[in-house]
Every structure is written in C-alpha cells, then in structure tokens.
C-alpha cells in the first residue's frame, strides 16, 4: 500500500522512530517538527495520514489538528494524535479538535500500521470523490467542501446491536436528543435491518455469547448498500487483537468499555461527519454526471452522450454482426414559431416533440437532442425498413395532433422531416452512418419538408 505519511514531532527521536517503523511498510515518509511547517506541508503537498504529536511548544497538537480541519483544503485528511496523555477528557479535546483517532505512547506496532492503512484506505476513497467532483460545473468545489456537517441540526440515525440489555439501557441513555438510535438484540436480524434502513452509523458490540461480531462487520463491508455506513465497534479490555482485526476488514472506529458519554458522542459525531460530507461529494458526482449527459430543456441525452455512445453501439452491431439504423429529425420552419412565439414557445414546441419522440421508440434505443431542433434516434438490432416505419409513425403523430403552448394552450401546427440511414455490410463508419443520414434529412427537407426519406447508400 503506497502513501505518503507525515509525521509531526518536536524530538528527532520520536519521529526517527516512527519513521523506520512507516518506511519498513514501504510508506513514504515526510516529516515536521513544529506544527505551522506540518501545516504548510499538507497545504502544499499530497499527505495521505498526519500522526501528530500533541504536546509540542508554540503551536500544540490540538491547534495544529484545528487548523487542519477547519480549513477546505486539508479538512479531508485523517489526523492520527500520538501522545502520552491517556485521560479521556484529553481524547474528548482532540476528537473535538477533528483527530479522526489516538495513539497513546509507546505506540504498539501493530496497532499503529493497522490504523494507518485503515485511514490510507478512507482516505483513497475521499481522494476519488474529491477529483470527480471537482468537475462539477454548477457546484463550486470549495464551497461544497467549507461545509460544517458537524454543525447540521439533523440528527443522525443510528443502529446499535447489542445483546446485553444493561449495556443497551446505557448507551441509550448516553445517546438520548444526540441521535435517532434503532437498536437490534439479535446479529442476524440487525444485519438486515443495517441493509434495509439508511442508517448513518452502526454500532456492533463484541460482548456476543455465540457469535463472532467480526463476522457481522465483514458482511456489512460485503453489501452494497452498506459498504460506506461508518462501523463503531464497542470492545471489551483486553480485546486489541479483535479490534486490530476489525479495522483490518474495514471497520471506522472503537470505544473500548467503560464507555465514557462525551467520547462516544465525540466519536460518533466524527463519523457522522465524515460520512456527509463524502455522500455530499457522490451526489455531487452524480449530478455531474447527469449534468455532463443530459439535454437540461428536454430531459433526452445530449450530443456529448451520444458522441460517445454511438461509437459503442456502431462497435457492438458490426461485432455481432447485426443490424443498426439511426433517425435524425428536423423540426420544420422552427424558426418561425420562435418568431411567432417568443423562444419560451419554442422551448414548449421542444419540450413537446421530445415527449412524443421518448413515447415512439423502445427502451433500448438512444434518443437525443442533437442541437438546436436537430433529434437523433439510434435503434440497434433495426433493419433500415423497419427503422423508417418507426420513423413514419412519428412523422404522422407530430403532423396530426397540433401543439398547445402558452397558458391559453394556444393550438399551432408542427411538422418534423426525418433522415434514415443503417449501417452497410462491409465496410462501414459512424461518421459515413451520419452523414448519410444528414444527406436523408437534406433531401427530406429540400423536397417539401413533413417526410421521411432513408439513405440506403
């Protein structure tokens, strides 16, 4: 696992010693003495996990982490805090800080490399998310990535599952007004309950009588649908081997008992976060993606879609050696009802076809809007015959049923002429494909308009 480790301590000692651990994992390692030099370095270089140190002179561990986090740039990356200091008010104070973990000195080997290639992981995954998103057009990067999710009025909904009903009872206690928590007795039933319900957290304990809560982890990083639903496991003393294992198959965070109410708060407020603000970076993926394919006025792919896509589906036919034909379409005298109507007319004409267009052809063909009043149907597995029947039939359901526009539904007359053209046996391409069908449309419209012509050749 290749990524780069900074490791922040006043006492070349200390940061000699972890830096032989991290390069002996193959780990690149860089290193600060001071907090504002570790500060700099995240702000101006690619750092995968920072181990802090807390108590440093000038500038402390905790102010270093604030800083860290509460700026844009360096809020995504995991913050381990490396100290002697073992009271919880201390873990309080930095998880608070935005540390997603501690390490008390002297640090255990095992736990320090499992932890690190634990956060390694998260942060591969933050990293990907960050990059697709930033192409966003209509949501700027730095303002999606300022937002405070911790300070969301919204609370988060929680499964907790636990057998013992004392341990229950407490937590339940311990959580009251700070999350909507679902509690499940049995392993078994609060899988499927974590897989049916959009939890933001799930909480396992390990105090199972006949059953490995390992196994109940390793399930849920499994599924789909909860392979990034933050896990907290509540361990018993004595139980680092159990836990190193846990975040081995992927689990977030654990609280060891007696479970102190402000750490559990603290932690699960962390994870909540965490998990916001990366399904904030997938919607934001998302509605890129939908955003760089889609025709925002008529709801049918646009140009950049099909420009890829047809290549495909050209590529498939010929493979296969089926048939594929492709439509395009020209609303007439277009240019007229936008003089006539005003552009918001026009969009309504537009907006209309396009409906009648998606209603006239099958699931698996590929409707676009082209440009302008310019339509484009791919149909695979379409014979050229058939391909200019599907395209007849539109032309007569555009001709025969006027447009209504406007709030009056003002009724007007619309006629479309359409190219056909399918793919030759032999030697063929996309660009020979449309251009024969652009040749179709041509002859459609210099021949009176309202037709259908198809290019064989």
Do not use: W
């Amino acid at each position: 696992m290749t990524a780069r480790i900074l490791v922040v301590d006043d006492i070349p000692a200390n940061v000699r010693l972890l830096e032989v651990r991290l390069l002996a994992e193959y780990f690149e390692v860089l290193t600060a003495t001071n907090g504002p030099d570790a500060i700099e370095t995240c702000e101006n270089g690619k750092v995968d996990v920072v181990l802090l140190d807390v108590m440093m002179p000038d500038m402390d561990g905790f102010e270093v982490c604030r800083r860290l986090k509460s700026d844009p740039a360096t809020s995504h990356i995991p913050v381990v805090m490396i100290t002697a200091l073992d009271q919880v008010s201390d873990r309080v104070r930095g998880l608070e800080a935005g540390a997603d973990d501690f390490l008390t000195k002297p640090v255990n080997d095992l736990q320090l490399m499992t932890r690190v290639k634990s956060l390694v992981r998260l942060k591969s995954l933050t990293d990907e998310l960050r990059l697709r998103a930033s192409t966003t057009r209509n949501i700027g990067i730095e303002e999606l990535l300022s937002r405070n999710f911790a300070s969301e009025d919204t609370t988060p909904k929680v499964l907790l599952i636990d057998e013992r009903k004392s341990s229950v009872e407490r937590i339940q206690k311990m959580l009251c007004d700070r999350a909507d928590l679902d509690i499940s007795s049995d392993p078994h039933a609060g899988f499927f309950q974590a897989a049916e319900t959009s939890y933001e957290c799930v909480m396992i304990s390990t105090a199972f009588a006949d059953f490995d809560p390992l196994r109940l982890c390793s399930q849920l990083r499994s599924l789909d649908r909860t392979r990034f639903v933050p896990i907290i496991l509540l361990a018993e003393e004595g139980e680092e081997e159990r836990i190193i294992r846990g975040l081995e198959l992927g689990i977030n965070d654990y609280l060891m008992r007696p479970i102190d109410q402000q750490e559990l708060t603290a932690r699960l407020r962390t994870q909540v976060r965490r998990k916001r603000y990366n399904d904030q970076l997938r919607a934001s993926v998302t509605q890129t993606i939908e955003m760089a394919v889609t025709d925002g006025l008529t709801g049918l792919h646009n140009r950049r879609y099909l420009d890829s896509h047809l290549q495909t589906l050209f590529d498939r036919a010929v493979a296969r050696r089926r048939p594929l034909s492709v439509m395009i379409t020209d609303l007439d005298r277009f240019k007229a009802i936008n003089d006539a109507h005003g552009h918001d007319g026009g969009d309504e004409v537009l907006r209309e076809f396009a409906r009648r267009l998606r209603k006239n052809v099958r699931g698996i063909d590929l409707a676009c809007r082209f440009g302008g009043e310019e339509f484009v149907v791919v149909m695979p597995d379409t014979e050229g015959a058939v391909a200019e029947k599907v395209a007849e039939r539109i032309r007569a359901e555009i001709a025969q049923a006027a447009f209504a526009i406007g709030q009056d539904g003002k009724a007007i007359e619309v006629t479309v002429s359409v190219g056909v053209s399918s793919v030759l046996k032999g030697v063929d391409t996309v660009a020979a494909l449309m251009k024969r069908a652009d040749l179709a449309l041509y002859e459609a419209k210099s021949g009176g308009r309202n037709r259908v012509v198809a290019k064989a050749a």
